[in-house]
């Protein structure tokens, strides 16, 4: 193994790690061996210190977490504490949104008891009643739409209806819209009633105008009625009565 000799002192180059003002002889001999080792030490440590100590100051606007809880001021927690509730707020607003949007799209689209859905059976109804067959044409060539407007696209034309209820808690839907088939169009109306302590409509009347011809009831609760008191009549001493 190699070695340095000097007078009166034998060392190996890689133990030269003393200071050479308490060892002059050893800077003589070894030029090239490091005279202040314990200086790397002291200049990383105040590099890190200096890095902490110019640390980006956490506001509602820049902080990411990274910094722990325990390292920030006290108005560097205000700021996240700040930042985080608004954040909450943000989310329990988008949960309401969502809600409302999937409210409204059940109640009016895929209710059992929206406008679309007793118009869409409505519908289905007229194509297939041979009495409408027979004023407006083939049941699978009929269309059917909503009010008249500037848009020339019928799927973007409004069903006219209205939900209202009275004061003894019966809720009547009208519902109105055009059909048209290769024969000819025509006007359909429908009322329905949803009385007090019930969970479906029921319907009062449901018909098809086509100009120049009598009107078609589907629907006709008051004629029912009607036929069903005239069924309903009794016998007394011989007599029917109504």
Known sequence: MNRVTAPGLRIRPTALHYNPIAHPLLWLVAPNCPRYPSRHYATQHQQSSTSESRRRAVTPFNDDGHVPWTELSAGEKTARAAQQTFNFGMVILGVLLTGGVGYVLYSEVFSPDSKTA?????????????????????????????????????????????????????????????????KGSGRVGMHLIKRAGQHEYEYKYFFVDVKGQQRIYLENADASRE??????????FGVKWS
Do not use: H
């Not at 036929?227 to 007394?236: V, W």
């Open 118 to 182: 007793y118009f869409n059976r409505a519908v289905d109804r007229i194509r297939t009643d041979p009495r409408c067959l027979e004023l407006l044409g083939d049941g699978k060539k009929i269309t059917a739409f909503g009010e008249e407007t500037y848009n020339k696209w019928r799927r973007a034309r409004p069903i006219a209806s209205t939900v209202t209820k009275d004061g003894q808690g019966n809720e009547d839907m009208m519902i109105q819209f055009n059909v048209q088939g290769p």
């Open 227 to 236: 036929k069903e008191g005239e069924r309903k009549g009794f016998k007394l």
